[in-house]
């Protein structure tokens, strides 16, 4: 079973990913920011991190730069944000996101993105 990471610091987006990667079939686990994420990365091993960029203590940028710098099996990311400008979808592929979406989502988006990142079936 695949392992994913939430990183998001609104706990209803949180339950809503949650519900719907659970539904898929998906073990999840839970980060409010990214030092907590960062601490997870480094102690456990996850195939997704879904990232949201604005949350407090370390946002997603900070958290994927630091994550991608780190000597450990590196899982792709999907960054999930408010922020809608090209810029910070480039920012995101700077820090080291695989995929980009902007919310809100589509619970089907949501797990096509999910697939692709995990080279499954996006089906």
Do not use: W
């Not at 920012?91 to 990142?117: Q, S, W």
């Amino acid at each position: 079973m695949k392992n994913i990471l939430l990183i998001d610091d609104a706990a209803t987006v949180r339950m809503f990913h949650r519900q719907v990667l659970e539904g898929a079939g998906y073990q999840v686990s839970e980060a409010v920011n990214g030092i907590e994420a960062l601490e997870k990365a480094l102690t456990q091993s996850f195939d997704l991190f879904v990232v949201d960029v604005n949350m407090p203590k370390m946002d997603g940028y900070s958290f994927l730069r630091e994550l991608r710098r780190q000597d450990i099996e590196q899982a792709p990311a999907l960054m999930v944000s408010t922020e809608a400008d090209g810029d910070d979808m480039m920012l995101a592929f700077e820090a080291g996101a695989n995929m980009y979406m902007t919310k809100p989502i589509k619970p089907v988006d949501f797990l096509e993105h999910v697939r692709l990142c995990l080279g499954e079936d996006a089906s």
